[in-house]
């Protein structure tokens, strides 16, 4: 147990006395500095006494000069400091603190106003917004999006995108975020096609909109990712097959691959949604395919028409229900095709040539976006006049081998108009011809006519 000596060793003058306590223990003497400065008691300890002493001396001649400078202090002066001592006094930080912390934030911010800089730091870091690491907003936000009626592939491939962006910036808060990091990320990408960013920028766009909502992002401003640059896409390239095309395809098609072709090449169905199509929802007798909104891009239910020769490929080979597809994935049909035919494969071919041959025989574009489950604007600005009323006839015309396509019928022929009417006289009468609708009931013609 340490014993602390009564009668300290002072240092000081007329004004100011610094005490040194030496406190003796099994472990060694400990001194303890002691001294008064703006009425508040300040201790500092020391092993070594001479050490002590000379600190103890330092500190009487730092008193001593401020008591020197205080001699010239003028009375505004004084009531400067009154001021700025009750200023403080709300947040209870001392005058010499507040002085030193404006002086070195004026450094940091050199031509800023320190008001201006507070104001904008407390806008984007906002009290109130909730604070989670990164990994938890992913997991959490995930996790609503498959409660929702968004497609599997579409959940998975909007958590491969955030999990990349997680990696990243674990350690960070989503507040914190700059959007020239992120925009650095994602230009760091190389190997990513401009589109491939751009669903990326798409799917953060979508996660900082749900935070937001949240309460982890401040709710009355955009998010980082909103400021984010939008990659310039390359002009869209629409690519189609030609009938001629199309016919090498099902020469080599196989009964596994022939309903994915079909459907694809004469329906416009998307490659994900002839996956997940069963042959229940094929209704070759009411002449549609129902595309059910759980299956759909858009989660929009749709009725595609069924055209003569898509049924004509499609009923040797239907059944009752089940998958369409016999495979996981209809890039292994794609493969098998190619490979067969020899011929390169190109990307969303069918669908495409689907859309432009079907405008061209019928050319209204509310219907056909309709059908195929796109908006009217992108009907028009993509596939507007891409073939001709010759080529879609053509397209259309693709049969299977041996089937002897309908007759179409025959028009009715017109009915005449009806003959006015004609009444004619009684034998050995002479009487005027009446033609046509007279306005008189039977008796009075009787008696025109026979006077």
């Known amino acids: ?120 730091y407390v806008e984007e870091h906002d009290p109130s917004t909730k604070r989670k690491p990164l990994a938890e907003l992913v997991k959490e936000y995930v996790a609503t999006l498959r409660d929702s009626a968004l497609t599997d592939h579409h959940v998975a491939t909007v958590h491969s995108h955030l999990k990349q962006f997680e990696r990243v910036f674990s350690e960070k808060f989503l507040p914190d975020l700059m959007p020239q990091e992120i925009d650095a990320w994602l230009q760091g990408k190389t190997n990513w096609s401009s589109v491939s960013r751009t669903n990326v920028r798409r799917a953060l766009i979508a996660f900082g909109n749900w935070a937001r909502k949240r309460g982890y ?25 030609t009938p001629k095309e199309l016919q090498a395809l099902f020469a080599v098609s196989i009964p596994a691959t022939t309903p994915y072709l079909a459907i694809a090449a004469f329906a416009g169905l998307r490659s994900a949604e002839i996956e997940r199509l069963d042959w229940k929802e094929i209704q070759l007798e009411r002449g549609f395919i129902e595309v059910a909104s759980e299956k759909a891009k858009t989660r929009s239910r749709r009725l595609v028409p069924i055209s003569e020769n898509l049924a004509a490929w499609l009923v040797s080979c239907r059944q009752a229900s089940g998958p369409v597809v016999p495979y996981s994935r209809v890039p292994e049909a794609q493969e098998f095709l190619v490979g067969k035919s020899k011929m390169p494969w190109k990307r969303n071919a069918l669908r495409h040539s689907y859309i432009s041959y079907r405008l061209a025989q019928m050319p209204d574009t509310a219907r ?12 028009f600005k993509h596939y507007r006049e891409l073939v001709a009323p010759a080529q879609a006839a053509e397209w259309f015309s693709i049969f299977p081998k041996g089937h002897v396509p309908a007759k179409p019928k025959k028009a009715a022929k017109k009915a005449k108009p009806p003959q006015p009417l004609r009444l004619l006289p009684a034998p050995d009468a002479v ?21």
């Open 1 to 120: 147990m340490s014993k602390r000596s009564k009668t300290p060793f002072v240092i000081g003058d007329d004004h100011h006395e610094i005490k040194i306590y030496t406190s003796r223990s099994r472990g060694g003497d400990l001194h303890q500095v002691c001294y008064y400065e703006n009425g508040q008691r300040f201790r500092k300890s020391f092993t070594d006494l001479p050490e002590a002493k000379r600190e103890a001396r330092m500190i009487l001649g730092r008193l001593a000069g401020l008591r020197v400078a205080t001699r010239n202090v003028t009375s505004a002066e004084i009531e400067a400091l009154i001021s700025a001592q009750k200023s403080l006094a709300a947040c209870g930080t001392p005058l010499h603190i507040a002085a030193q912390e404006y002086a070195e934030a004026r450094h940091l911010l050199k031509s800023v106003q320190l008001l201006h800089a507070v104001r904008r």
């Open 217 to 241: 992002l401040p709710a009355e401003r955009k998010t980082v990712f909103d400021a984010m640059v939008n990659p310039k896409l390359p002009p869209t390239r629409i690519e189609i097959l």
């Open 368 to 379: 056909v976006a309709l059908e195929c489950g796109n908006s009217p604007d992108v009907i």
């Open 431 to 451: 009487a005027p011809e009446i033609v046509g609708d007279t306005g008189l009931d039977d008796a009075e013609i009787r008696r025109a006519l026979l006077g």
